[in-house]
Every structure is written in structure tokens, then in C-alpha cells.
Nanobody
């Protein structure tokens, strides 16, 4: 089992920045992928960004490319999502996900473990 704890969400004005953190604990492996997904009210969970264990492979949704940056710290089993130039449409609950894999997936169904989510609200 892997436990994931997200932090860093909050309320910010449009154009502002937030940094989300996701700390993994438990039965973590050296080879893994971690991703960020988000879900707004009445909408399906959607992919935001993902990274592999070495940090040399990252993927981003088109809607956040150039504004969000995903990074990881293996020594802390933590992944970060730096979100800049936030827009009201970025408002959602953001979830961290973990999978034992060498492939970085962008679909929620491929991830085995999920955090509890952290709310991000961007006001206009």
C-alpha cells in the first residue's frame, strides 16, 4: 500500500501562483510514476501533469502547458506541482496519484493509489 498526502491548495486571485505537494509513504518503489489530476464540480476527473521516477519524462495537459511545472524529489518521495498564472477555470479539487510503472500514464484508470485531494480556487 502507498499513502499519498497532498497539501498546498487554497484560494488565489487570477494570475497568482500556488505550489502543491504530494508526499508518498508506505510501500514505495524506486520505479514509479506520479501524476496530478483535477476534478471540477459536475465534471470528470482530468489529467493535469505526470512525471516518472527519474524526472526525465514529464507530460502536461494542453490547458496547463507553459503555466504548470511538475517536479519530484526522490529523497523525500514527494512530487510538486508549481502552478503559475492561474485562471478561474483551474478551480478544482487536485488529486495526486501513484503507480508502480516505468510508463508515465495520463489516464486516471492506470493509477493504483490516490490522495484525498486538495481544493484550489481561483477567483476572477
Amino acid at each position: 500500500q502507498v499513502q499519498l498526502v497532498e497539501s498546498g491548495g487554497g484560494l488565489v486571485q487570477a494570475g497568482g501562483s500556488l505550489r502543491l505537494s504530494c508526499a508518498a509513504s508506505g510501500r514505495t518503489f524506486d520505479t514509479y510514476a506520479m501524476g496530478w489530476f483535477r476534478q471540477a464540480p459536475g465534471k470528470e476527473r482530468e489529467f493535469v501533469a505526470a512525471i516518472n521516477w527519474s524526472g526525465d519524462t514529464t507530460f502536461y495537459a494542453d490547458s496547463v502547458q507553459g503555466r504548470f511545472t511538475i517536479s519530484g524529489d526522490n529523497s523525500k518521495n514527494t512530487v510538486y506541482l508549481q502552478m503559475n498564472n492561474l485562471k478561474p477555470e483551474d478551480t478544482a479539487v487536485y488529486y495526486c496519484a501513484y503507480d508502480y510503472t516505468i510508463v508515465v500514464f495520463t489516464t486516471p484508470g492506470e493509477y493504483d493509489y490516490w490522495g484525498q485531494g486538495t481544493q484550489v480556487t481561483v477567483s476572477s
